[in-house]
């Protein structure tokens, strides 16, 4: 069962949260003191730590500097609407999300969902892996850093071959696109910013050559999905 760690004076909105996370299978923590949550999150048995920014006895980017220098923990923010500074020095600070308050529990499960399936996929793309894999008519070879389509090798850029070699390891899942920005372009997803999809319009160019067959399918809101069994 995962483990989350809320450090949050707010008692009434701690209880909130309790309720609905525990409804949602996860097992819940609240503390109501920034050195108190800070001791806590240290010892990593938690999964993942909500934690405000305005707290008595330590503030949360204090919190949140002191805890990056013991654990990677997964940290999401929660702010007052508007206070960009804070966001994002913790942002710079480590934080993987923040949220602003006043908040909907169905957003903070959801935000909570995308930082958990981002951790396990970089936990995944640490562990050893496959040299060779082969979807449909496409060819991993890790080893020379070579994607191939029906035997005929695609000319990628680092970028494209990194999108395209994460998406052929998760066939026949979405893979969002705050994930595919974080892990394969090195930096989180902006609003506005359309440089994942010009990748991804530049391999589904560059596939086409070979076989016309359309493989990656965009599925709006989420994030884009490689097609299995499809040809």
């Known amino acids: 069962m995962t483990s989350i760690l809320m450090i949050d004076d707010d008692v009434a909105l701690t209880q909130l949260v309790a309720e609905y996370l525990q409804l949602d ?3 819940f923590t609240a503390v109501h003191q920034g050195p108190e949550g800070l001791e806590l999150a240290k010892s990593n048995a938690f999964q993942l730590v909500l934690l405000d920014i305005m707290l008595p006895g ?3 980017l204090t919190v949140l500097k002191q805890l990056r220098q013991h654990s990677y923990c997964p940290v999401l923010m929660l702010t007052a609407r508007g206070d960009e500074i804070d966001r994002v020095v913790g942002l710079e600070l480590g934080a993987d999300d923040y949220l602003a308050k006043p908040f909907s529990p169905r957003e903070l499960v959801a935000r909570i969902k995308a ?4 951790v396990e996929l970089v936990q995944q793309q640490q562990q050893p892996q496959a040299s ?3 979807v449909n008519q496409l060819k991993l070879d890790s080893a020379k850093r070579q994607i191939s389509v029906l035997d005929n090798p695609l000319v990628l850029t680092a970028t494209e071959y990194q999108i395209l070699e994460l998406l052929m390891r998760h066939a026949g899942d979405v893979v969002s696109k705050e994930d595919l920005s974080q892990l394969a372009l090195g930096k989180r997803l902006q609003l506005y ?3 994942l999809d010009m990748h991804i319009s530049n391999i589904r160019k560059k596939i086409a050559q070979y076989d016309e067959g359309e493989k990656i399918q965009t599925l709006r809101g989420l994030g884009y999905l490689l097609l299995q069994g499809e040809n």
């Open 25 to 27: 299978g996860y097992q």
């Open 132 to 134: 060779s894999l082969q």
């Open 115 to 118: 930082i958990l399936r981002r």
């Open 193 to 195: 910013d359309r440089s």
């Open 58 to 60: 330590m503030d949360g």
